[in-house]
């Protein structure tokens, strides 16, 4: 049975770098990939931060609020996605989750998708100033 697995994450200053892993094991297949990070902050809606689809080398969305400073990247050989984060803010803490549809086409991998079958226990990311 798939299950993502995340690591990842902690404490860092206003400035600093994280990154996230969301490792799918149990899922062998070679199949194109949706793969998708989402954030909660405390009392706040949960916001989609970036999707990414794998084919080829991967192509990626990303919301206006971490443009420029969050990218994904995958390590296929690990069947791992990574979320990095730089420049980071004191509004960037959250718990953030990734999530995933393992056989997807292009078109619904979209930064607005928030169904997905398949989704982290996630990892908490705080920001200090």
């Known amino acids: 049975q798939a299950q993502l697995v995340q690591s990842g994450g902690g404490s860092v200053q206003a400035g600093g770098s994280l990154r996230l892993s969301c490792t799918i094991s149990?899922?062998?297949?070679?199949?194109?990939?949706?793969i998708a990070w989402f954030r909660q902050a405390p009392g706040k809606a949960r916001e989609a931060v970036a999707s990414?689809?794998?084919?080829?080398?991967?192509?990626?969305a990303v919301a206006d609020s971490v443009k420029g400073r969050f990218t994904i990247s995958q390590d296929n050989a690990k069947n791992t996605v990574y979320l990095q984060m730089a420049s980071l803010k004191p509004e960037d803490t959250a718990m953030y989750y990734c999530?995933?549809?393992?056989?997807?086409?292009?078109?619904?991998?979209?930064?607005?998708?928030?169904?997905?079958?398949?989704w982290g226990l996630g990892a908490q990311v705080t920001v200090s100033s």
């Open positions: 990414f689809f794998t084919e080829g080398s991967g192509s990626m």
């Open positions: 999530a995933a549809d393992l056989s997807a086409p292009r078109w619904v991998c979209t930064l607005d998708r928030i169904k997905y079958n398949y």
């Open positions: 149990g899922y062998t297949s070679n199949s194109n990939k949706c």
